[in-house]
């Protein structure tokens, strides 16, 4: 059974950082595509960064470009996302999803792609 449990969310205020931690079981770790979602009210779920098991490559939303970063803690078994210089329009819940690969290869930012999601953890930013 896959699951996910997401950490680290609050609030902050504009220009900060919040690191967010997705723990995961070990084999869920080593073998599904790991991402991070948001979505904000009234506005629709948006990919932000995913990361490969194996080779750990990652991927970004042209909006956090820079600014967050994704990675894998190996000892622990979960995948961070630090977020740094946040914004207001950064203020959402984020959500970590796994995905298997389809033939090898990490799905783009399709919910429908997702099928296993955490509870999420709510980041807001003042200005």
């Known amino acids: 059974q896959v699951q996910l449990v997401e950490s680290g969310g609050g609030p902050v205020q504009a220009g900060g950082s919040l690191r967010l931690s997705c723990a995961a079981s070990?084999?869920?770790?080593?073998?599904?595509?790991i991402a991070w979602f948001r979505q904000a009210p009234g506005k629709e779920r948006e990919g932000v960064a995913r990361?490969?098991?194996?080779?750990?490559?990652?991927y970004y939303d042209d909006s956090v470009r820079g600014r967050f970063t994704i990675s894998r803690d190996n000892a622990k078994n979960t995948i961070e996302l630090q977020m740094n210089n946040l914004k207001p329009e950064d203020t959402a819940m984020y959500y970590c999803?796994?995905?298997?690969?389809?033939?090898?290869?990490?799905?783009?930012?399709?919910?429908?792609?997702?099928?296993?999601w955490g509870q999420g953890t709510q980041v807001t930013v003042s200005s």
């Open positions: 999803a796994a995905a298997s690969l389809v033939n090898g290869v990490c799905p783009t930012f399709r919910e429908a792609a997702f099928g296993y």
């Open positions: 070990r084999y869920t770790y080593s073998s599904y595509c």
């Open positions: 990361i490969y098991p194996n080779y750990g490559w990652t």
